[in-house]
C-alpha cells in the first residue's frame, strides 16, 4: 500500500526545520545549539523538585496566569500585554496561524510572511506549514538591516505583508540592531510586525518597548537560552492586547506544562543570579572572539552567546569535520551567505580554551 497517499500534498513536499545535532559523546564539548552552558539557578532546581508531587497528575494553570503577572511586572506593562508559550517556537506558530491566511483566494499580503535571511531557518517551515508565501529578504553584506532599495528590488516583499519576522540580535551573525533601527523598519511595515529576542539577555540594547508603543509589533522572548531552561521549553510574547488576546484564542489548552511554569516563576525571582551568568558568557565570548581572532579567524562582532566565524586555510565543512573528529562540536550551515562560515557556541572558559587548543592543533 502506498501510504504516502494519506499524506497531504503540502506535507509531503516540506522541508522541516533541522534542529542542532544531539549526540550522545563522552567529554564531546559541545558548542553547536546555543545552550546556556550554566545551569539553572538553585533556587530553580529547588522549585521544580518540591513541584514534582502530587500535582503531577492535575492539569497545569491553563493560561500560565501567575507567571503573565510576574513578566507584566519585569516589562512594566498589564498581564494582557503577555501570552506565554511552550518556547517561542510556539508562539511563532501561533503568530502565523493568527495573522496569515493560507494562500489562495485571498489579497496576497493577507498570506504574505516575509522575514530577513540569513535568519532562523525554522521561519520558512513555519509559512510552509501554514500554506502561506514566504518571502526572505537578504540582509546587507554585512548583516545589517537590508535599504529600502535591496527591500524593493526583492520578489515577493510587501509593506503590507500579513507577518514579518526580524531576529534581533541576528541568528546565525550575532549581530544586532539598534531600537530606532527596529522601529523605523516596523512602523514601515502595515501587517504584524514580531521582532525575536531570543537572544536579547546577551546584548547591550533590546527593543521591548517598541511592543508597548506601536500596535502591530511582538517581541518574542525565551527562558531557553539566558536562563538556562532549554529541557522545559517557555518563551513568551509581549504586545498590544487585541494582538495578544487574538493569539490566547488560538493557543492549545496547558500549553505549558506546570514544571515549566514554577521553573520561570523562580528564574524570576533570582534574576542577580542569571544576570551574573549573562556577564560571564559576554565576558567569554569578547575573549574567545580575541583569540580567535589572533588565530587568523573572522570574527563577526556578535551580541548573542555564540560567533560566527570563517576559519582560515581550510574550508567551513572540513572545519566541522576536524573539530568533531576531536571531540567539539560547532555549528556549519550548508545555506548562501553562510557556507564559508561557522557558528560557534559560547561555552564556559574551559571549553573555549579546549576549542582554541584544537584550532591550534589543527593549525600547526
Known amino acids: 500500500m502506498d501510504n504516502e497517499k494519506f499524506v497531504r500534498p503540502l506535507v509531503r513536499r516540506l522541508r522541516a526545520y533541522v534542529p542542532g545535532e544531539q549526540p550522545g559523546i563522552d567529554g564531546l564539548v559541545k558548542l553547536n545549539t546555543n545552550e546556556n552552558p550554566y545551569p539553572p539557578s538553585p533556587k530553580v532546581l529547588r522549585a521544580v523538585r518540591r513541584a514534582a508531587d502530587g500535582r503531577l497528575r492535575l492539569y497545569p494553570p491553563p493560561t500560565a496566569q501567575a507567571l503573565r503577572e510576574r513578566l507584566a511586572r519585569l516589562h512594566r506593562c498589564r498581564p494582557e500585554n503577555v501570552v506565554v508559550g511552550n518556547g517561542s517556537d510556539e508562539l511563532l506558530a501561533m503568530a502565523v496561524r493568527a495573522f496569515v491566511e493560507p494562500a ?4 496576497a499580503a493577507r498570506s504574505t510572511v516575509q522575514w530577513l535571511a540569513p535568519s532562523y531557518s525554522l521561519y520558512p517551515v513555519l509559512a510552509e506549514t501554514h500554506g502561506a508565501r514566504g518571502v526572505a529578504a ?3 553584506p554585512d548583516f545589517s538591516l537590508p535599504s529600502p532599495a ?3 528590488r526583492t520578489p515577493g516583499w510587501r509593506r503590507d505583508a500579513a507577518l514579518t519576522i526580524v531576529t534581533t540580535p541576528n541568528a546565525p551573525s550575532g549581530r544586532a540592531y539598534s531600537r530606532p533601527e527596529l522601529e523605523a523598519f516596523a512602523s514601515s511595515l502595515r501587517g504584524v510586525v514580531v521582532l525575536d529576542e531570543a537572544y536579547a539577555d546577551f546584548a547591550d540594547g533590546h527593543a521591548m518597548p517598541l511592543a508597548l508603543r506601536l ?15 532549554c529541557f522545559l521549553r517557555v518563551g513568551y510574547f509581549v504586545g498590544h492586547p487585541t494582538l495578544i488576546a487574538a493569539l490566547d484564542r488560538i493557543r492549545d489548552s496547558y500549553n505549558v506544562n506546570g514544571l515549566a511554569q514554577v ?13 551574573r551568568n549573562f556577564r560571564k558568557v559576554i565576558a567569554t565570548r569578547e575573549r574567545l572572539s580575541a583569540r580567535l581572532a589572533s588565530l587568523g579567524f573572522e570574527v563577526l562582532p556578535s551580541r548573542a552567546n555564540f560567533v560566527l566565524v ?5 574550508p567551513a565543512r572540513d572545519w566541522l569535520a576536524r573539530l568533531r573528529a576531536r571531540k567539539i562540536l560547532v555549528r556549519w550551515f550548508d545555506l548562501p551567505r553562510v557556507r564559508e562560515f561557522l557558528r560557534i557556541t559560547v561555552g564556559v572558559d574551559r571549553e573555549a580554551d579546549a576549542l582554541l587548543r584544537a584550532a591550534r592543533d589543527i593549525l600547526a
Open 150 to 152: 535591496r527591500l524593493r
Open 104 to 107: 489562495g483566494r485571498v489579497p
Open 263 to 275: 521553573a520561570a516563576l523562580a528564574a524570576l525571582d533570582d534574576l542577580p543570579y542569571y544576570r
Open 138 to 140: 537578504p540582509l546587507e
Open 310 to 314: 570563517r576559519p582560515p586555510r581550510f
Open 215 to 229: 500596535p502591530n509589533v511582538l517581541v518574542a522572548r525565551t527562558f531557553s537560552k539566558g536562563y538556562s531552561l
